[in-house]
């Protein structure tokens, strides 16, 4: 799908493809264009040619920062709610997921903490076992103890829910490295790197000119950034390479010179 919104200066034109069974991480620093992308998606906003994406809200589950139910609402109230909005809403998962996540249900949700209403929206959109899931910065307030029970049950839901697509934006690299399969960076509203496959991403340092550097996109100072890691493994011994985390990918596509 394509997505095109200009706002003053700002333009946003990226090709976005969520497969089936696959979890797509959308990375991007501050102001790149990553909630606008979600807006779109889910047809919040409208595009240039004032079009608005129609989607079937009962195949779409969210995550999303702004959006909340009224505090004063404790989560059985919200169950009520949702069984009656969504009809596969799935009450015994949800129910299950509250006791596995100690959430007490008779809580008002102005007592949770940050956390615990962090993980209350995810149970909520993986409750409705929706085709697709849009997550923009689920693990956002979270301890690191908290993030990798998300993260787990991100990774159990996909196994249970093989055709569904997960999208999902993360200010933490980390989160994202081991549990996704696809990668789009956006940046300034465009994708300028879309990969399967972050392995063969490497940073070569203090490379000099005996060093054959027809594999490497860009550089910062005597760094560089190659996606030919094993070439460089097998020929150059001595030099000294390190895997390129998504950081450094970030970094080094916006930052870099290119080679
Ligand atoms: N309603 C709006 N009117 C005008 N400009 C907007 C509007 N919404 C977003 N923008 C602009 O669009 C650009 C992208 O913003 P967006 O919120 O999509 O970025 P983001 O990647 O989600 O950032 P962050 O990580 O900080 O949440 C920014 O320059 C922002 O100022």
Redesign the pocket.
């Known amino acids: 799908m394509r997505f095109v919104k200009t706002?003053?200066?700002?333009k946003?034109d990226c090709k976005l493809e969520l497969k089936p069974g696959t979890i797509t991480a959308l990375i991007?620093?501050?102001?790149?264009?990553?909630?606008?992308?979600?807006?779109l998606y889910l047809g919040l906003?409208e595009d240039d040619d004032k079009h608005t994406n129609q989607v079937n809200k009962e195949e779409i589950g969210v995550v999303w920062?702004d959006s909340s139910f009224s505090l004063v609402l404790n989560v059985l109230e919200i169950k009520k709610i949702l069984m009656y909005s969504y009809k596969h809403f799935d009450c015994d998962y949800f129910d299950f997921m509250l006791s596995r996540f100690e959430l007490d249900p008779k809580k008002p949700l102005k007592e949770y903490s940050t956390g615990m209403l962090s993980k209350l929206k995810i149970i909520i959109a993986t409750s409705l076992h929706a085709k697709t899931l849009l997550l923009?910065?689920p693990t956002s307030g979270l301890d690191v103890i908290a993030r990798n029970e998300v993260l787990d049950l991100l990774r159990d839901y996909m196994e249970q829910n093989e055709e569904t697509s997960i999208l999902i934006?993360s200010?933490i690299a980390s989160d994202l490295e081991g549990l996704c399969d696809e990668f789009y960076f956006?940046e300034k509203?465009k994708i300028i790197l879309c990969e399967q496959d972050l392995e063969s991403y490497a940073l070569l340092k203090g490379a000099d000119e005996t060093v054959d550097l027809s594999y490497a996109l860009k550089k910062i100072g005597m760094t560089y950034l190659t996606n030919e890691r094993q070439f460089y493994v097998e020929n150059y011994p001595n030099l000294v390479i390190e895997k390129a985390h998504i950081d450094d990918l970030m970094e080094y596509m916006i930052k870099g010179e290119t080679v």
């Open positions: 706002y003053n200066d700002f946003l991007g620093c501050n102001g790149s264009g990553k909630t606008t992308l979600f807006k906003i920062n923009d910065e934006s200010h956006i509203g």
